[in-house]
């Protein structure tokens, strides 16, 4: 039952919400974000592996990084552009990665065009 993790990066735009509850688009609509996750996987009875992986949601950015006027705002993302994605797969010695370059695809459930390297 190999582990297998997965990776996602990609950028997307903000809203900073002031402490009065009034919110405001955010100065920088390119914050990084990073998603993942660890799966456990389990062959079928012909020993193969068929999956489909999903990343968690990613951390919220901070009030700095979404460009909100101080640290008393808080900031979340609107949308999230990926554009990446590691699986990482290992069992025992054997270990293998690979990198996905996501074409399109946003965090609202669209289907993402993919090529491994």
Known sequence: ?????ITASGTGPTTCTSPGGNQSP?????VPATSGGDFTLTPDKNG??????????PAQPTAAAAGCPNDN?????TDISYTSATISISQG??????TFALQSG????????????
């Open 93 to 98: 010695s054997f270990s293998t990665t690979c």
């Open 26 to 30: 955010g100065q920088n609509p390119a």
């Open 106 to 117: 946003t965090v609202n459930d669209e289907t993402y065009g993919t090529s491994c390297s």
């Open 73 to 77: 705002w808080t900031a979340a993302f």
């Open 48 to 57: 193969n592996l068929k999956f489909n992986l999903t990343a968690s949601e």
């Open 1 to 5: 039952m190999p582990p297998v993790s």
